[in-house]
């Protein structure tokens, strides 16, 4: 971003440090301003915690009705958003245990035919013994 500038503002506008400095505490007291009057619906819902319902209702207090739909449609794409992250975060989770169970039952295969393996080691050898018992008698 150029020194200056805006993202959101058109080509050849310039906004000075201090014009930036004055809109950003600007921002700051609104900020502060919205979360009192969100404050106060959750404290007359008897809640301690700010939800989107009490700022949503203090926006309409300040009389910043026309920024509502935009703030729903923000929260919207926002709530999409974590419900993908949370669903992708559970396919994860259930891929790995799945992926751990794999390697458990091959572990588990590689064990029983090792386990087989020695059975037939040792027959073969009982039988070996068997067979020299007879040879020498």
């Not at 900020?31 to 969100?38: F, K, N, R």
């Not at 709530?79 to 790995?96: F, I, T, V």
Request: negative net charge.
């Amino acid at each position: 971003m150029a020194e200056g500038r805006c993202r959101m503002l058109p080509d050849g506008v310039n906004v000075s440090k201090e014009a930036r400095r004055a809109i950003s505490q600007a921002a700051s007291v609104f900020v502060l301003y919205a979360t009192s009057c969100a404050n106060n619906f959750a404290m007359k819902a008897k809640r301690k915690t700010l939800n989107a319902t009490d700022v949503m209702s203090a926006m309409e207090e300040m009389e910043f009705e026309r920024f509502l739909q935009p703030l729903r449609e923000s929260l919207e794409a926002y709530k999409k958003g974590q419900k993908g992250k949370k669903e992708a975060s559970e396919q994860k989770r259930k891929d790995a245990k799945e992926k751990k169970n794999d390697v458990e039952e091959n572990d588990k295969s590689r064990e029983e035919e090792e386990e087989e393996e020695e059975r037939m080691e040792e027959d073969q050898e009982a039988e070996n013994e068997v067979e020299e018992e007879e040879v020498e008698n």
